[in-house]
């Protein structure tokens, strides 16, 4: 099993390890606003695109039902997440309808190691934070054809009340906004066209010439 812990205090000497010849692997912050099919897209690209993985958060909420710890989330209680926030082991991190949700910079470092690709699926807040601490990320946005659609997506999921999904359109707004933060955009209209461009972007980034 994963230890944060154990793997936060390996962290400073084992990103020494990166190698010149290319084959650490990138990290990708893939983020847009609720309802514009992020979780989609990254499923279908995962079964076309070798090398590449969604990282796994850490979060304090209760296991929905099917859940598996340490696929779909590395589960721990307040007091552990707050531990690792003082051991500075994450990424990102933040506080989401009363439960912790965070990356660890260790789980994402180990498999970059690897020579895996790393997609965080992330809100623009974690994002504004990965951007803040690293600067060899790439940033992309998903975004819906228009506004319209992205309310209709949300209505039809039927799994929020009516107040929720204003909120989440409130904040949808801002998110729209903040898209000149990102490196790319993509605009998430017909689901195979959305993952062809996000499959080639993760594809030129892996042929790029790092200097320096």
Do not use: C
Not at 95 to 105: P, S, V
Not at 157 to 179: F, G, P, V
Not at 182 to 202: C, K, Q, R, S
Request: aromatic letters at 8%.
């Amino acid at each position: 099993m994963f230890n944060p812990l154990y793997a936060q205090k390996k962290l400073n000497m084992a990103n020494t390890i990166k190698k010149a010849t290319g084959d650490f692997g990138n990290l990708i912050v893939l983020s847009g606003p609720s309802g514009v099919g992020k979780g989609t897209v990254i499923r279908k690209l995962l079964t076309l695109l070798p090398n590449v993985i969604r990282s796994t958060s850490v979060t304090t909420r209760d296991p929905r039902p099917g859940e598996v710890e340490d696929v779909d989330y590395f589960f721990k209680s307040k007091n552990e997440f707050e531990a690792l926030i003082e051991a500075d082991a994450f990424l990102e991190w933040a506080l989401y309808a009363d439960n912790y949700y965070g990356t660890l910079k260790e789980f994402v470092s180990e498999k970059q190691r690897l020579g895996l690709d790393v997609i965080l699926e992330i809100e623009v807040q974690g994002a504004r934070q990965v951007k803040a601490i690293k600067n060899d990320i790439i940033l992309i946005f998903i975004s819906p054809p228009d506004f319209t659609t992205l309310e209709s997506r949300l209505r039809h999921r039927a799994t929020d009340s009516d107040s929720s999904i204003e909120s989440r359109l409130k904040t949808a707004r801002l998110e729209l906004a903040a898209r000149s933060m990102f490196d790319y955009e993509v605009i998430n209209e017909d689901l195979d066209e959305a993952v062809h461009d996000l499959l080639h972007i993760i594809k030129a980034q892996r042929l790029k010439i790092h200097k320096g």
